[in-house]
């Protein structure tokens, strides 16, 4: 029996969301634990970096699971794409450490979002990214993401996995740039909260239209600050990556500087 580390990448228009629900619904775990089965896996639940919401994409989401195969990794890889749903693959497998957990072993995830400007909605954009009118500047937007460098409480943008839980975050990196037709914000940080990120992107949005002012966004960040009211889209949101340091434990950025 070996422990093996996927990183997937699945489009989440059409999931409701990456866990198992009680509820029979299609998720993306759902899916992904059909597959095994189909190669013999006899496990009850997959591991996996985290949680992603109904409509939420990933590029690089991390799963573990320990399965009896004969043959390489390439080839499991292979065998799970071949019963994999066009929406989601396998993009690499390897071996891991028996006790390796994609959650609890994780040192930084990255997630990214995209908006873009227009008045009239563009059908082949709206599916990754959320469409804002009036237009927002980006030094507006830049200004406030400089705010979120360090560790903060976050419990006005969202809650803990658990109930009682911290909701100090560390954040290493938070930036928007441009790459037409996007406005894009990537944020790195040690882990998340559930709704953290599409809070954080709708206010500086607000702050990007000039609907608020930096300084108000800056509150937030206090501890005991009221809740944010209101969420950024799901679709434009995607888990970009989830790091393992130095270790036998790869993550997506390694993967493809590899090849």
């Not at 873009?116 to 980006?138: K, N």
């Not at 206090?222 to 950024?232: D, F, H, I, Y």
């Amino acid at each position: 029996m070996v422990r093996y580390q996927v990183i997937l990448s699945y489009d989440g228009t059409e999931f409701k969301g990456f866990q198992r629900q009680r509820r029979k619904t299609r998720t993306v775990q759902v899916v992904v634990e059909d597959a095994l089965r189909k190669l013999g896996w006899q496990g009850k639940s997959i591991l996996a970096a985290g949680r992603t919401d109904t409509g939420v994409h990933a590029a690089g989401q991390v799963i573990a699971f320990d399965l009896d195969w004969a043959h390489e990794p390439i080839d499991l890889q292979r065998a799970l794409n071949a019963n994999l749903p066009m929406e989601v693959s396998a993009l690499a497998v390897f071996p891991a450490a028996s006790r390796f957990h994609p959650r609890y072993d994780a040192a930084w995830r990255e997630y990214r979002y995209l908006v873009y400007c227009q008045e009239a909605r563009h059908p082949l954009l709206e599916r990754y990214a959320w469409r804002v009118w009036p237009a927002i500047e980006l030094e507006k937007l830049r200004q406030a993401a400089r705010l979120l460098a360090g560790q903060h409480d976050f419990a006005a943008f969202g809650t803990p996995p658990r109930a009682g839980s911290s909701t100090m975050r560390t954040i290493y990196q938070a930036a928007w740039e441009e790459a037409q037709p996007y406005f894009v914000f990537a944020i790195r940080a040690d882990a998340f909260l559930y709704h953290m990120v599409r809070r954080l992107v709708m206010l500086q949005v607000r702050i990007g239209q000039g609907l608020l002012p930096v300084e108000q966004f800056q509150s937030f960040l206090e501890p005991g600050a009221a809740p944010v009211q209101g969420l950024a889209p799901a679709q434009g949101l995607c888990l970009m990556d989830v790091c393992y340091g130095e270790g036998e434990r790869k993550n997506l950025a390694k993967v493809n500087k590899s090849k």
